[in-house]
């Protein structure tokens, strides 16, 4: 029991020490972006990001990005996020699981 009330102070200091070091980041116009479970194809896809919605990146792996939206963890590819913000006009009809504005 005390190594896990110890390592859970562990894990919520590390986060802690990361939140101070995002970065924002908006997903490219004209890209719907796989959010995964983990960095890699080969993880599942939780949902997905609308182009332009603006994400907070914590940490990067190997070409992905680890995200932070809406309070959730998420992975995504680094190689489709923008330093500068754009403006996206969702199409009328909304897609289930589809994030952003």
């Known amino acids: 029991m005390k190594k896990l009330v110890i390592a859970a102070i562990l894990a919520t200091a590390s986060m802690g020490a990361t939140a101070a070091s995002a970065t924002q980041y908006w997903v490219e116009h004209g890209v719907k972006l796989n959010a995964r479970s983990g960095p890699g194809t080969h993880y599942h896809v939780l949902g997905t990001f ?31 996020l923008q330093k500068h913000a754009c403006h996206y006009h969702a199409p009328k009809k909304k897609h289930h699981h589809s994030w952003g504005y």
């Open 50 to 80: 609308n182009p332009c919605t603006p994400v907070h990146v914590y940490a990067h792996k190997h070409g992905w990005a680890k995200v932070k939206f809406n309070g959730y963890w998420y992975w995504v590819s680094a190689k489709y």
